[in-house]
């Protein structure tokens, strides 16, 4: 197992972000921080820690408020 470092001064979705992957604790954390034991295929900022269940959760995905849709074209231009 490695570890993630969650940040919680650093919110994400409704938890906090995981900022770094270690194969082993390097060091004691900051008091807004804490190592979460994770899967050995963790990536850092791929998931946000969720502190109610203590489990890792996907990020949404990106809303698409954006039309993409073009105007029709003729080519020629009216003056």
């Not at 034991?37 to 954006?66: R, Y």
Request: hydrophobic share 30%.
């Amino acid at each position: 197992m490695k570890y993630t470092l969650v940040c919680k001064n650093e919110p994400r979705e409704q938890g906090y972000r995981c900022a770094d992957v270690v194969d082993a604790i390097p060091y004691e954390p900051a008091p807004d921080h804490m190592w979460v034991e994770c899967a050995d295929d963790f990536v850092a900022d791929s998931k946000w820690f969720d502190p109610i269940d203590n489990t890792f959760k996907e990020f949404p995905p990106p809303s698409q408020s954006v039309s993409l849709e073009q105007p029709t074209t003729t080519g020629t231009q009216e003056i």
